[in-house]
Antibody, heavy 132, light 110 residues
Framework: EVQLVESGGGLVHPGGSLRLSCQVS????????VNWVRQAPGKGLEWISY????????YYADTVRGRFTISRDNAKNSLYLQMNSLRAEDTAVYYC?????????????????????????WGKGTTVTVSS | QSVLTQPPSASGTPGQRVTISCSGS????????VNWYQQLPGTAPKVLIY???QRPSGVPDRFSGSKSGTSASLAISGLQSEDEADYYC???????????FGGGTKLTVL
């Protein structure tokens, strides 16, 4: 069974740091890009970071760039999110989610196609609370 | 403020058909495929529709998606009480280099 399990959440003071982990099972982590997505209490989904399967491509949302660092250890089947300089507005449930995608053929000969992707498997999330 | 625009709420009675809209721009929906996620109360999001109109295995065919230009929509026919959830549209944004979501639509089954 494909699973992602987040851990490392907790209560931290403003300005503090926390490291989240996402342990995966049921698939080869190196074959997939993975994202961190968070959800503040009563709010919607906010994507915060992406890392490619090899780790060579990384993206961040403006709200966390310079404070958060995403990384992965494929040998340990794990994804990480190092969060520094935490603020009250970082309080949220943090989910890791696997990227899935492929090539969609528009024509029967596939001479015309496009790429698609989506987040196909999500963990249950870990809660981060930033408060004094 | 979310990049993609969704109505905050929608409602219907059992058996009805409801639609949820999602509006974006040329750099997001206009350039990439749209996905829809369902989040039941107290649970993680789950993909409902991917690649504009494809359903993962296990998702009932009561759920359908479409996209035109810089807008997309999710339709739910034969509404059931268990469809009561939050629904989010999402896509990749080429100018932001990241995933963007709508603000979410809370569906109430009356």
């Amino acid at each position: 069974e494909v699973q992602l399990v987040e851990s490392g959440g907790g209560l931290v003071h403003p300005g503090g740091s926390l490291r989240l982990s996402c342990q995966v099972s049921g698939f080869t982590l190196s074959s997939y890009a993975v994202n961190w997505v968070r959800q503040a209490p009563g709010k919607g989904l906010e994507w915060i970071s992406y890392i490619s399967g090899s780790g060579s491509t990384i993206y961040y949302a403006d709200t966390v760039r310079g404070r958060f660092t995403i990384s992965r250890d494929n040998a340990k089947n794990s994804l990480y999110l190092q969060m520094n300089s935490l603020r009250a507005e970082d309080t949220a449930v943090y989910y890791c989610a696997r990227d899935q995608g492929g090539r969609y053929c528009v024509s029967t000969t596939c001479s015309e196609f496009y790429y698609y992707s989506y987040m196909d498997v999500w963990g249950k999330g870990t809660t981060v609370t930033v408060s004094s | 403020q979310s990049v993609l625009t969704q109505p905050p709420s929608a409602s219907g009675t059992p058996g009805q058909r409801v639609t949820i809209s999602c509006s974006g721009s040329s750099s997001d929906i206009g350039s990439n495929t749209v996905n829809w996620y369902q989040q039941l109360p107290g649970t993680a999001p789950k993909v409902l529709i991917y690649n504009n109109n494809q359903r993962p295995s296990g998702v009932p065919d009561r759920f359908s998606g479409s996209k035109s230009g810089t807008s997309a929509s999710l339709a739910i026919s034969g509404l059931q009480s268990e469809d009561e959830a939050d629904y989010y549209c999402g896509t990749w944004d080429d100018s932001l280099n990241g995933w963007v979501f709508g603000g979410g639509t809370k569906l109430t089954v009356l």
